[in-house]
């Protein structure tokens, strides 16, 4: 089983749409947890930490559920400048820190 | 914020020659730094964990004598890709974190795309 696991996607969604992200992670070590944003090319950019009571930035809001090992990801009102690719991210601890990423989900926001 | 300077963002080599990429904190020390690869249309692969000062610490099945890393200041952590051959083409970046906290997130180099012809 991989250490964090999403699915590939694409995902295509009309411009407005609300579109969710899963993730899972196996380690239950896991202390910190991310979604990173990437487009083609480019180096990935931190959008948002996850925090165990859920968050929001904008459009954007985040849960963890420590218990069942899973992160989500809620985009609100989809934005044409939305697509990219959404990595999953798992900081965990074991003798040093580690940053694992997920296989990423592809998004297309479509006019 | 925290910046991550990796140089050069692309190179194209000959098959068998060395290849170095560097990565610098700008603003931060950076006691360690992240080396991962990317294939097209992949997630990015942690290769090793570079530490200031000590050996790198390599994931399973990347090789340390084939993927050499210095970290020999707490700003600078260099990668050589050795004896490079076309498979080894793809996209090298670099991350590091700039303090403790843990909400601060990882801190990404632009990353260099290898070609090995």
């Known amino acids: 089983r991989k250490e964090v696991e999403q699915d590939p996607g694409p995902f295509n969604v009309p411009e407005g749409a609300t579109v969710a992200f899963n993730c899972t992670y196996s380690n239950s070590a896991s202390q910190s947890f991310f979604w990173y944003r990437q487009d083609c090319r480019k180096e990935p950019k931190l959008l948002m930490s996850v925090y165990s009571s859920g968050n929001e930035d904008g459009r954007f809001t985040a849960q963890l559920n420590r218990a069942s090992q899973y992160i989500s990801l809620l985009i609100r009102d989809s934005k044409l400048s939305d697509s990219a690719t959404y990595l999953c991210v798992v900081d965990f601890y074991s003798g040093t820190y580690k940053y694992i990423f997920g296989t990423g989900t592809r998004l297309k926001v479509l006019a | 914020g925290a910046v991550v300077s990796q140089h050069p963002s692309r190179v194209i080599c000959k098959s068998g020659t060395s290849v170095k990429i560097e990565c610098r904190s700008l603003d931060f020390q950076a006691t360690t730094m992240f080396w991962y690869r990317q294939f097209p249309k992949q997630s990015l692969m942690l290769m090793a964990t570079?530490?200031?000062?000590?050996?790198?610490?390599?994931e399973q099945g990347v090789e340390k004598d084939k993927f050499l890393i210095n970290h020999a200041s707490l700003t600078l952590s260099t990668l050589t890709v050795t004896s490079a051959h076309p498979e080894d083409s793809s996209f090298y970046i670099c991350s590091a974190r700039d303090g403790q906290a843990a909400s601060y997130g990882y801190t990404f180099g632009s990353g260099t795309r290898l070609t090995v012809v």
């Open positions: 570079s530490n200031e000062g000590s050996k790198a610490t390599y």
